[in-house]
Structure formats: structure tokens, C-alpha cells
């Protein structure tokens, strides 16, 4: 599966849980100034300090940590990712092998 990258105005944020379970919201932040609600993972320090102001998805996309949790999430990300594409309509980045596919 290619990994898919979005234009930059698009952002992902993190926000502790309401409940009292050790869990963070992500939403993503549209060009339109709208959140979504994105999905749920367990709590993670690293992930957590890495996404509570807001942060371009293409970065959290490319990243590498040594951390488990963050890999985690990246891998979700990447796997999530066309689905998000496709249900709010984002506009896809050019990339470099795609431009060579043609």
C-alpha cells in the first residue's frame, strides 16, 4: 500500500480523553477551521506531547521515532489514511513517484 499525502493545511491534534480511561482523541483540523473527530488510541507520553498543538499529517506521515507507541501511530495513520481521503474529500499531494509513474 502507498502511503498518501495530503496537502499541508490539513492538521492532526491530540486531546486527552473526557473519561477517566488513559485514552487521546485525535481529531483532524480541516483548511476550513473545522476539527473531526478521527479516532481513538490508547495514552501515550511521546504521541501526546507530539500532537497536542496542532501538527501537519504529512509530518506525523514521514516521522520516525524509536518509540513504539509513536510507530503505532504512524502505522495506523498511513493504514487510515485513504479513508479520511476519501470521506472529507481531501485533495491528494503530488509525489515524486507518482509523477513518474505517468
Do not use: H, W
Amino acid at each position: 500500500m502507498a502511503k498518501k499525502s495530503v496537502n499541508n493545511n490539513i492538521y492532526l491534534v491530540a486531546q486527552k480523553s473526557d473519561k477517566k480511561e488513559r485514552k487521546l482523541d485525535y481529531y483532524l483540523e480541516l483548511p476550513n477551521g473545522k476539527r473531526e473527530y478521527a479516532f481513538t488510541r490508547n495514552y501515550s507520553a511521546i504521541c501526546y506531547m507530539a500532537c497536542k498543538s496542532k501538527v501537519p499529517v504529512n509530518r506525523v506521515l514521514y516521522a520516525r521515532k524509536r518509540n513504539e507507541a509513536f510507530m503505532g501511530l504512524v502505522k495506523y495513520l498511513n493504514y487510515i489514511m485513504p479513508y479520511f481521503i476519501e470521506y472529507f474529500g481531501l485533495e491528494v499531494r503530488e509525489t515524486e513517484k507518482s509523477r513518474n509513474e505517468i
